[in-house]
């Protein structure tokens, strides 16, 4: 069985991290390669770090259910500099 990140499985995986602000003031924080993967945070540091925790959780269990090769474990995440600045 293929997991979606296999098909764009090219012997490194980068995740790129979109972020967004609600209007109650918490941060929401998506890896925008495996859908699903979206985490909240008090603050955009807090959301960055819950989605990467999330995206490495899933990455293990395709790798444990055979769906991923063990070699993705070589991720990168990436937050494009606009998503980076103070409102």
Sequence with gaps: ??????A???????LTIELDREEDGRWIAEALEIP???CYGHT???AVSN???LAIEV???RIAHQELPSSALNVS???PDQQL???
């Design 59 to 61: 990455i293990a269990d």
């Design 77 to 79: 995440f990436f937050v």
């Design 44 to 46: 955009r540091d807090e």
């Design 36 to 38: 699903g993967v979206m």
């Design 51 to 53: 989605t990467e925790r």
């Design 1 to 6: 069985m293929q997991g979606r990140l296999s």
């Design 8 to 14: 764009r499985y090219d012997q490194y995986v980068k």
């Design 85 to 87: 600045a103070r409102p």
